[in-house]
Each structure stands twice: as structure tokens, then as C-alpha cells.
């Protein structure tokens, strides 16, 4: 076992919702309306609603955000590992492509908490993602 993985011989496995939570989407609005204009933000989750659910490895999704690992005892992410302990599904979490050419990295619109958990249960478990491009070709500052 790799020393950021949870204690004990055997993690539990996480599992995971076929859809995020109805909560999950105005969250991620809040998160987004400060980088984007009340009408983008719109789009994007719009986007988010509509986009197609893919698989990333958590580590990969930490990589790509530019985001540290939170530890294992942040209240959030120990809330979510004690949901997986408990057999309770997590929500996928919503992200924004990035773009490397503009150096943008993924934004992560909802759901930084559960991949943090995933991580400390098995960096290379598949989180399924609802990913959605910015809208305006990544101009996501503008």
C-alpha cells in the first residue's frame, strides 16, 4: 500500500451515482460565476447538464487541474470517505476541459472534495466525470 491511501490493509471501493445530484449543478453555477459572466456560466452548465459522463483516474484529475491533494482528515473529504465506508454512492463531479495550448487547466466545478477521497482510496479507480468544454473556444477569463 502507498502511504497516501487510507489506513488499513483493504480500502473500501467507492461507488458512484449514474448522475451527479440535482444540488451538484447550482453549486458548480456558484463555483463558476466567479470566473464567468452570469450568461456563460449559464452555458457551461448547460453544458455541464448535457455533456457526456467519461472516466478519469483521480490522479489524473488532480494532474490536470493543477489542484493539491487535500489530506484525509479535511472535513470534506472525510465526510465523503466515510460515505464510501458506509456503502452510500458519491455524485460524479462536474469539470471543465482545460485547454494546454492556452494554458488552462481543468476546471473543477463540483465535486474537488470527492475526487481528494477517491485519491486516498485508490488514485487509479475511475471517477466519472460530466465534462463540458468552455464556452467561447476556453476563453474562460474574458
Not at 448547460?46 to 489530506?71: E, I
Not at 462536474?94 to 472534495?113: K, S
Amino acid at each position: 500500500m502507498t502511504p497516501h491511501h487510507e489506513g488499513g490493509s483493504r480500502s473500501p471501493t467507492e461507488h458512484w451515482k449514474e448522475q451527479p445530484d440535482k444540488h451538484d449543478y447550482p453549486a458548480a453555477a456558484d463555483y463558476l460565476s466567479l470566473l464567468l459572466a452570469p450568461g456563460r456560466v449559464a452555458e457551461l452548465i448547460d453544458g455541464l447538464r448535457n455533456g457526456q459522463l467519461v472516466h478519469r483516474k483521480a490522479k489524473d484529475l488532480l494532474r490536470a487541474s493543477r489542484l493539491p491533494l487535500l489530506a484525509a482528515d479535511d472535513f470534506h473529504v472525510r465526510a465523503d470517505l466515510d460515505k464510501v465506508r458506509r456503502g452510500e454512492r458519491l455524485s460524479p463531479v462536474l469539470v471543465v476541459r482545460g485547454d494546454l495550448d492556452a494554458d488552462l487547466p481543468l476546471t473543477v466545478a463540483d465535486g474537488y472534495h470527492r475526487i481528494c477521497a477517491s485519491y486516498h482510496l485508490d488514485e487509479d479507480a475511475d471517477i466519472p466525470c460530466r465534462m463540458a468544454d468552455w464556452p467561447n473556444g476556453g476563453e474562460a477569463m474574458a
